[in-house]
T-cell receptor
Framework: GDSVTQMEGPVTLSEEAFLTINCTYT??????LFWYVQYPGEGLQLLLK?????DKGSNKGFEATYRKETTSFHLEKGSVQVSDSAVYFC???????????FGSGTRLQVQP | EAGVTQFPSHSVIEKGQTVTLRCDPI?????LYWYRRVMGKEIKFLLH????????ESGMPNNRFLAERTGGTYSTLKVQPAELEDSGVYFC????????????FGPGTRLTVT
C-alpha cells in the first residue's frame, strides 16, 4: 500500500537558517503530494501541493519539488522564522483514492 | 466562514467506557473524513463520508468504532468500549468538491484512555 516516510524530529534551527525536511513516498501510479503544517493548538493547514512530476509547490517561502525518479518531495525554506515553529506533515493522495496518507510528522523549533 | 470544529477538545476516560467525538464540517461540504494520530506516529485514515453515506471505511480499526453522519451534516465517532490503544488525537476534515485537492482540518480531539 501507499506510505510516506519523513525525517524524525525535532529539528531545531536558529532564525534565518536554511530548512530541509526530507520526505519520500511509496505509491503506485501518479499520486498527488502535499505538505501540511500544524501550528500549536490549531488544525492541520495545507501548506503546498504538487500534482505531477517536476511540479514545484510553493507558499509562504516554503518550496517542494515532486521528484518521481527519487520518489521524494522534500520541503525547503531559505530563511526560517520563529513563527515557522510547528509540526510539518508530508502526505500523498494515491491514484483513485480520496483519503490522504500521511508521514509521521516533523516538529520544527526555530530559536531567536 | 467558520472552519471545521470538533468537540470535545480533550477527553479522558477509563478503559471500558464509551466516548463520542463530534465533528462539524464546513457548511456545504459533502465530504467528511476522520483520521487518527496515535502516540506521535503518522496520521492514519479511518473513514470517509459523502453526505450521509460511508464511501470508504477501510481504515476503521475494529467494530468498537462506529461513525455516523445523520442528515449529511455533522458526524460522530463513537468508541465503545474504549481500550488503552485508542488513545491519540482524532482529526476530522471536510472538503467541498470531490475533485478539490484541499481537505480542511479541525483542531482535533485528544483522547486519553486510562
Amino acid at each position: 500500500g501507499d506510505s510516506v516516510t519523513q525525517m524524525e524530529g525535532p529539528v531545531t534551527l536558529s532564525e534565518e537558517a536554511f530548512l530541509t525536511i526530507n520526505c519520500t513516498y511509496t505509491a503506485t501510479g501518479y499520486p498527488s503530494l502535499f505538505w501540511y503544517v500544524q501550528y500549536p493548538g490549531e488544525g492541520l493547514q495545507l501548506l503546498l501541493k504538487a500534482t505531477k512530476a517536476d511540479d514545484k509547490g510553493s507558499n509562504k517561502g516554503f518550496e517542494a519539488t515532486y521528484r518521481k525518479e527519487t520518489t521524494s518531495f522534500h520541503l525547503e525554506k531559505g530563511s526560517v522564522q520563529v513563527s515557522d515553529s510547528a509540526v510539518y506533515f508530508c502526505a500523498l493522495r494515491g491514484t483513485g483514492r480520496r483519503a490522504l496518507t500521511f508521514g509521521s510528522g516533523t516538529r520544527l523549533q526555530v530559536q531567536p | 466562514e467558520a472552519g471545521v470544529t470538533q468537540f470535545p477538545s480533550h477527553s479522558v476516560i477509563e478503559k471500558g467506557q464509551t466516548v463520542t467525538l463530534r465533528c462539524d464540517p464546513i457548511s456545504g461540504h459533502d465530504n467528511l473524513y476522520w483520521y487518527r494520530r496515535v502516540m506521535g506516529k503518522e496520521i492514519k485514515f479511518l473513514l470517509h463520508f459523502v453526505k450521509e453515506s460511508k464511501q470508504d471505511e477501510s481504515g476503521m480499526p475494529n467494530n468498537r468504532f462506529l461513525a455516523e453522519r445523520t442528515g449529511g451534516t455533522y458526524s460522530t465517532l463513537k468508541v465503545q468500549p474504549a481500550e488503552l490503544e485508542d488513545s491519540g488525537v482524532y482529526f476530522c476534515a471536510s472538503k467541498g468538491d470531490a475533485n478539490s485537492y484541499e481537505q480542511y482540518f479541525g483542531p482535533g480531539t485528544r483522547l486519553t484512555v486510562t
